[in-house]
């Protein structure tokens, strides 16, 4: 079956539109599995894309789509986000172009932030999910290995991900040239969100040297998240003491609802010289919108970093295309092995028929003596022999032994040496 990808990302639609795939994606994945014709599924979701990988018959579609070229990398501007009926338009491919998708997002090469490091553990774990859900079979698993192989290379043979640094690395920056902010060392972060983003803004804190930072109780998961992260909880309902003693606020939590709510941070600001710097991080918004417009409040969300993403040298991305074109051929070339599957079914079948019309000719009982069975086996050996024979016989008749001999060697790894002697030897 071919492969089909649905995606909407950041390149053609805008963040609101991914958090509104996202929803869709977490609500009806079941559903689209067990569509009659889907044979593989690996949904991915992060925060600046959703994708549906699937292998489907050809005449299947999961959502509506709008077609885009194979190319689309080379995409700048945004196609119409909506279909016919008014409902949201995932981009659609199909084909080989599934595969080379998959390479460049995997490698960071699609990403908001070119090189972004999160995005391959962000795959891995989806292909992996589908695996233990049982919904990824065949030359799907061969596809998501290769391209996470071929993301490695890119990692060890580029500097890529040193250069491409990740959204929560430039929101910080982003937070940082505000000159809003007390020294890092000196810094009161406080954190809401327990998931892989909020692991990472912590990993990026602790780098920059920040050594306070309080996790806000919103789940059952922050005592271990705080434990595993060193990082300490504040309950939930001193949430307005937590943002008047906090520098910066990082919300990564994405519940589909605000948890930082205007009220809340105009509660906290105690007086007119009071501040607060927050970066919302989350695709479906942490922040209710209008806590922008309080005086004394800098609000950054992802719609505002993906604005202020850094250049990215030229060469490395080169390098890193090279690489994935590399990867490319070698999952080409497994694919076009997998083709010739029927073919190996069929001559293993002719063997097993062969050989089962022999045992089929053996005297009964539970032992035979040595004549019949080297009768059987040569017998064997005749009927496979019979139809090369015969085809060898044509060839030489049409001037074709060379070919012949050379399609033999193929076949069953004939050395030179026997090539020579076979189209050499003396006919008697």
């Known amino acids: 079956m071919p492969f089909q990808l649905y995606t909407v990302n950041h390149l053609t639609h805008s963040l609101s539109e991914v958090a509104q795939a996202a929803s869709q994606a977490a609500e009806k994945e079941s559903e689209w599995f ?9 949904l991915v979701s ?75 553990g962000q795959v891995r774990r989806s292909f992996t999910r589908a695996q233990d859900l049982g919904e990824v079979h065949g030359l799907m698993v061969r596809m998501f290995e290769g391209a996470l192989s071929t993301t490695r290379k890119v990692a060890s043979k580029t500097e890529l991900t040193g250069l491409g640094r990740s959204v929560v690395s430039v929101a910080l920056d982003v937070a940082e040239e505000s ?53 300490r909880v504040i309950p939930a309902a001193d949430l307005v003491p937590a943002l008047q003693q906090a520098d910066l606020v990082v919300t990564a939590r994405g519940i589909g609802a605000p948890v930082l709510r205007r009220e809340q941070v105009r509660d906290s600001l105690s007086g007119p010289e009071s501040s607060l710097t927050i970066l919302d991080l989350a695709l479906h918004r942490d922040v209710e919108k209008s806590v922008r417009d309080l005086p004394g409040v800098a609000l950054w969300d992802l719609e505002d970093i993906r604005h202020r993403v850094p250049a990215l040298a030229v060469s490395q ?104 002697a076979a189209l050499n030897a003396e006919v008697r």
């Open 317 to 420: 991305v080169r390098r890193a295309h090279e690489i994935i074109e590399d990867g490319l051929s070698e999952y080409d070339a497994a694919v076009a092995a997998r083709h010739m599957d029927p073919a190996i079914v069929q001559l293993r079948a002719i063997f097993q028929q062969a050989a089962a019309a022999e045992i089929d000719r053996l005297p009964a009982g539970d032992m035979i003596s040595r004549e019949a069975a080297e009768a059987a086996i040569h017998h064997v050996i005749a009927k496979l022999a019979h139809t090369p024979t015969v085809s060898a016989h044509m060839a030489a008749e049409a001037g074709l032994s060379t070919e012949w001999v050379d399609a033999l060697a193929t076949v069953w790894g004939l050395t030179p040496d026997v090539l020579e």
């Open 46 to 120: 992060t925060c600046n894309r959703v994708e549906i990988y699937a292998s489907a018959d050809p005449r299947v579609r999961l959502v509506p789509t709008q077609d885009l070229p194979s190319e689309t990398q080379q995409l700048e501007a945004p196609h119409p986000p909506h279909a016919s009926d008014g409902s949201l338009a995932w981009n659609f491919i199909e084909g080989r172009a599934v595969a080379e998708h998959l390479y460049r997002v995997a490698a960071g090469l699609d990403s908001m932030v070119v090189g972004e490091a999160e995005v391959a």
């Open 34 to 42: 067990e569509t009659p014709g889907v044979h593989s599924l690996v």
């Open 179 to 231: 000159g809003r902010l007390p020294q890092w060392q000196q810094a009161q972060v406080l954190l809401v969100g327990t998931g892989a983003y909020a692991g990472s803004t912590v990993a990026q804190l602790r780098a920059r040297g920040v050594r306070d930072i309080a996790n806000i109780s919103t789940s059952d998961r922050v005592t271990a998240f705080a434990k595993n992260h060193g990082t």
